[in-house]
């Protein structure tokens, strides 16, 4: 049998999810429950650690990767223990590689197998579905997630919430992160407004989870009835000119309740060939989801309860449909759809929105094209006036053998053939035709039209009604397949659409191609005018302007094109090749809506492409004020009081005290130097001018010069770099910097009695230099901040320059050809991984 899985969800760190776990754990130990800790990280937490004592704890497994020594959790020795409970932190955790598996959810998913409950945490933003907008949300990219499906799979979830206001009152008192990190978090990745919008994608998944096991009990016990836990408004389209004004309504009817949901249904016909406008649909859909909302297409002959089903099935509570367009005599007929639908809707309210185009009555499309071809028409029509004739001349030398019923028939099969060939018009002329010929010369008083016998004229009236109810038949077969050819045609149209769309082809130039091509047109163009609209400037091509093209002499106005399609006020879209007829204008018009988003996104995207520099610029300058406001001010006044204090002539000083004052004046003059030397270097990488030599390096010799360049804190270096790596392409001077930078920040991150290691590994084409400390490390979600220029993430030594160190670092390394990336160290800490390619030149 499969454990159950419990999961602790949070909307960040620090909210308590393994306080809650561990929590849990002594609970169920008090029961008499099997309870063993797999893996918990207290992050230095004492509280969260008193809670561990006590419980008996599975010993962690040992991995060496890259010369350095990871513990992770052993999956095989919990199993082993079999207990009832395993309290597992971290589900989204990325395993050491030489691990059992790449994932610690796959280490879970295994202990599950095994029969083993499971208790686990995991963030929101490790989430997959939500990866993206966390980083939107953070500008922080998530490196470690899991997917959604695993987390929906637990037995139970438990939502872990605090207040942003409280979680950070937490941190300030130093329960979350230590100390010196404490005011670099609150700052950036712990804003209000980030922990805000956090928790509110954590409510919002749980409220999701929420709903799949509402409905789902709802369909296990069999409930088709209305829970209003939470409203659901429904709004019903047809495609007519109606449904904006529909889905307006709807939307401000759901925007008065908060957290309601909008969702807008079509119903289509079983047969897919009546429906609404697709151009209309399309545009409906836009506008419904820019409101937030969901659109949906369910198949129905029966509208009404088409409708009402979609609702219930959704959990909907209110229902918004369009007052009738049909005329009153028809709707002394039937009732119609609003007033079937509210007779049947229950405990749904039913909204009848009023409109424009209420009691008009239907508008009647455009007359269709014949359901035959011409030619077939007019065979109809010589088979007819032909063959009539012919049969009775060939049934009179017959007419005292056959009955007139027998001779009725012969004719009746002859106007199902004209039917057949020719459609309806030539089948109820011949229909007509062959009663007057059965009449004249086979019924009795032959040679007269009166008929003596009354049953012989309803014989002669039945052959006349008989075939033309086949003759309509028969046409009314042949104009659904014509009308379902068109639909099918339409349908692979939308589809094309769709299918651009789905393979993010936003481009306008490829949209238009595609237009092009399922038309067979010569050229399709959007326009777009230039100034205010006059009456005379559809003509002129001076007042507008190509936007994108497709094919040979683009239309350069509307008015020159064989077909144009009116946007909006500035936007047309103009086909020149051939006239289309209506029904290919309705799939031109979805086309046409589509090009006004595509370009939408693209203008929206060049402004933000525009917008990005100067915003880094802006970013820029407001950072180097703020570091020459403080941070250049702190050694110049250091420096300036040294100076001042060894001129002034009141103080006697003494020679101890004069050279502490000179090497306090000399310390802070070297500081500035290193700072206007980063801000430089700086400024020179970003405007692409650093100057470079690369060249073949031994690590054996640009590593201890590297480490003696450290001064005191070279003692607190180990280095670990194996004789024999191959040389490396690089800047000696820049790497030694480099190098220099990345080993004073991990020692002066480091507890006493921790040193910083060192060490140096071939992989492929590449050597990587990894600089492991043992301090407080970085939160996941913060490594990518610290590269940033002027961040000083969980430094409050305001001493130690304006934080360009890591920038610079990884601004060097790259510029170099290298890559410089953070990583956990195992058993906490920060690994700092410089990978650099193998000189060529060996």
Known sequence: ??????????????????????????????????VVVGFVETHGRPRTAALLEGLEIIPRKTIVYRGATFTELDVDALIERAPKVALIDELAHTNVPGSKNAKRWQDIDEILDAGIDVISTVNIQHLESVNDVVEQITGIPQRETVPDEVVRRATQIELVDMSPEALRRRMAHGNVYAPEKVDAALSNYFRVGNLTALRELALLWVAGKVDEQLDRYRSDHGIAGTWEARERVVVALTGGPEGDTLVRRAARIAARTKGADLLAVHVTSADGLAGGDPASLARQRTLVESMGGTYHQVVGDDIPRALLDFARGVNGTQLVLGASRRGRFAQVLSRGVGVETTARSGPIDVHLVTHEEAKQGRRRPERARAALNR???LSGWAVAVAGMPLLTVALLPFR????LPSEILLFLCLVVGVALIGGMWPAIFAAVGGSLLLNWFFTPPVGRLTIADPENFLALVVFVLVAAAVSTIVDLAARRTREAARARAEAEALSTLAGHVLRGEAALPSLLGRLRETFGLDSVTLLERIAEPTPD????????????????????????ADTDVQINDRLVLAARGRLLDAGDRRVLEAFAAEAAVALRQERLQQEAEQARPLAEADKMRTALLAAVSHDLRTPLSAAKAAVESLRSHDVDWTPEDRDELLATADESLDRLDRLVENLLDMSRLQAGVLGLSLQPVALEDVIPRAVDDLGPMRDRVEGNVPFGLPEIQADPALLERVLVNLMANAVRHSPPGHDVLITGSRHDDEVEIRIIDRGPGIPPEEHERVFLPFQRLGDRDNGTGVGLGLALSRGLTEAMGGTLEPEETPGGGLTMTIRMPISSKR
Do not use: F, H, N
Not at 9 to 15: E, W
Not at 400 to 403: A, F, G, K, N, T
Not at 543 to 560: E, K
């Open 1 to 34: 049998m499969r454990g159950r899985l419990r999961v602790y969800l949070g909307a960040a760190p620090g909210v308590g999810k393994t306080y809650a776990m561990l929590g849990e754990g002594r609970r169920a130990v008090e029961r008499g429950r099997d």
């Open 375 to 377: 030619k077939r028409r």
């Open 400 to 403: 005292e053998v056959i009955s």
């Open 537 to 560: 400037d559809q003509a002129e091509p001076g007042a507008w302007r190509i936007i994108a093209t497709s094919g040979a002499a683009p239309c350069t106005a509307p008015a020159v």
